[in-house]
């Protein structure tokens, strides 16, 4: 009874030994596993730079595209049917100075048409154009990285935000390895250069797609910025976020003038706290940093505005950064704040011109006044404030004395002042005219003046040309005797803060006729320059919004059948 079993062992045996051996197992391939597989499906083909491979017309997958001649999945008989070749000519970067093109057409003559490709050298005659390309990662786009499990995370930090830093990692200045020190002596900043740093650049937070702030932005040399922008805030997490910490605008040394190793530190110029309510405090002392801190349920010492002030040379050098800061509490309800930046440049040893209101004139401010050259935006007066200006009145009253003296016009105040000249007969004519309109005018009287306080000089829009009229007699000499300038203004915006708009300026001149005198006589003759403000406002009447009005139409079918 035994017999059976040994009999089926002796054929599972004989099979065994007529089967094939398995294939045996190599080292150096290792079995393949899950994220290998998922490794080659995320990465993208290598960049094709053969112009015999390109093909910008292959859409299909497999197949032959109707009249793409670099199409490699047409046969000779797809070619015979072709009618004309959609793409001719195919080649790289056309701004290249050189380059191999491979050009495609058909030979219509021959039984059955047949395709002819031929690779030429393609010659740009642009004097702009490239000799060579090395920067191989321009010629493809960097292969995303799919979000797993593993690096979900780091993903939603670095991209879950409503913006996101773009920058890539060549932007950090590695000063000591990068730039000689030859090179510091002929380099400087230009209009418009972002100003440099330690670490990357100076920033300027601003909205870029929407209003939330953006750190990317850099601060251009000479470009004056104010921007504002919304930033989310978490009162928890306040003394954790950068952006509302002091250091974060101030940690990083400005390079004084590009890929130099000179370093100029930004310095607090201020500190204003602002309170729940609104109301600000100018602190004593900015010294002493002050950190954002969760306290009583409330955000403090957080960064609601930064004003960076930057002075420079005039050969384009940054020697002295401040910036002040205005700090604020933040509430547990509140989950965004707006914070303002604001960036401004000066050039040593020069005062920057104030404005005289914004927008309108404030009363007792200087009159702003410049000039047009051809071709060119307002130039403002030379002199201490750009400002529009009358003769001074001094001790003596002696007009050849108190020539160059001036005095500012102030917005809303009549002015008058005044000399006296002695004449005698030795004086000629021409030369006196010429002396008391220098007096009376000054050395170049100006050409505009700004209508508002804060008129910029780009903006020629915004200035009141002056007109000069002559009021004069009949005679063979003729002396200025008083100029007088006539400013009229109006009430410019809403009833509730109407601001002061100059909407015209005359200046006047009237002369005299000088009689000849009598040996051995003098005669004194008075000189005026008087300054008047006319208000020719209209009465201010309030107004309403017209009620909208509804515009009935029914459809043309409303009263089908009955019509």
Excluded at 57 to 73: F, G, S
Excluded at 367 to 376: E, N
Excluded at 453 to 466: K, T
């Amino acid at each position: 009874m035994a017999a059976p079993p040994r009999l089926g062992a002796f054929f599972v045996l004989i099979l065994l030994l007529l089967l094939p051996p398995p294939p045996p197992l190599r080292a150096e391939e290792p079995a393949d596993t899950s994220d290998a597989a998922q490794a080659r499906v995320r990465s993208l083909p290598a960049p094709v730079t053969d112009v015999a491979r390109l093909c910008v017309c292959d859409l299909l997958v497999a197949q032959c595209d109707t009249n793409c001649c670099c199409d490699p999945d047409c046969s000779a008989e797809d070619f015979s049917l072709f009618t004309t070749c959609s793409i001719p000519v195919v080649m790289g970067d056309s701004q290249l100075c050189s380059q191999k093109a491979a050009v495609y057409s058909l030979d219509v003559e021959a039984n059955p048409p047949e395709r002819i490709f031929k690779i030429i050298d393609q010659v740009n005659p642009s004097i702009f154009c490239i000799h060579a390309t090395n920067y191989e990662q321009a010629l493809y786009f960097k292969s995303p990285e799919i979000p797993t499990a593993e690096n979900f995370d780091e993903l939603l930090d670095k991209f879950g935000g409503a913006t996101f830093s773009a920058e890539p990692d060549s932007w950090n200045l590695d000063t000591d390895a990068q730039n000689p020190p030859e090179a510091n002596e002929t380099s400087r900043y230009e209009y418009g250069v972002p100003v440099q740093t330690e670490d990357a650049f100076l920033r300027l937070p601003s909205p870029v797609v929407s209003s939330w702030c953006s750190d990317a932005n850099p601060a251009g040399f000479l470009v004056n910025q104010a921007t504002k922008c919304i930033r989310s805030v978490s009162v928890e997490k306040c003394d954790s976020i950068q952006a509302l910490s002091m250091l974060f605008y101030i940690n990083s040394s400005i390079l004084a003038v590009p890929k130099s190793n000179q370093m100029v530190n930004i310095t607090v110029q201020s500190i204003v706290v602002q309170s729940v309510n609104g109301m600000r405090t100018l602190l004593s002392s900015s010294e002493a940093l002050r950190l954002p801190m969760v306290l009583d349920e409330l955000c403090i010492n957080a960064v609601l505005g930064v004003n960076y002030h930057i002075t420079h040379t005039d050969t384009g050098e940054i020697i002295e950064a401040a910036a002040a800061f205005v700090l604020g509490a933040i509430s547990r309800e509140a989950l965004s704040i707006e914070q303002s930046f604001e960036i401004s440049f000066t050039q040593e040893n020069t005062q920057p011109v104030p404005l005289s209101g914004n927008p309108g004139y404030v009363v007792g401010l200087p009159v702003r006044a410049g000039f047009q050259p051809q071709g060119s935006g307002i130039i403002q007066s030379s002199n201490k404030h750009s400002q529009l200006t009358i003769l001074h009145s001094t001790s003596t009253q002696d007009c050849l004395a108190a020539q160059g003296a001036r005095a500012p016009v102030l917005f809303g105040y009549n002015m008058i002042s005044g000399c006296k000249l002695r004449i005698t007969a030795a004086m000629k004519c021409q030369p006196l005219a010429q002396t008391l309109l220098d007096v009376l005018k000054g050395q170049s009287f100006p050409e505009y003046v700004a209508s508002f306080g804060n008129s910029q000089a780009q903006d020629v829009l915004d200035w009141v040309p002056v007109t000069q009229l002559h009021i004069s007699e009949q005679s063979s000499c003729q002396i200025p005797v008083s100029l007088g300038i006539e400013i009229k203004w109006t009430k410019y915006g809403s009833l509730v803060n109407p601001q002061a708009r100059i909407v015209n300026v005359t200046a006047t001149i009237t002369s005299t006729t000088l009689k000849q005198l009598p040996s051995g006589r003098e005669r004194i003759i008075p000189v005026t320059s008087s300054v008047v403000f006319t208000d020719i406002s209209s009465p201010a009447e309030p107004s309403y919004k017209a009620w909208p009005t509804i515009n009935i139409k029914l459809p043309f079918d409303f009263f089908y059948p009955f019509v």
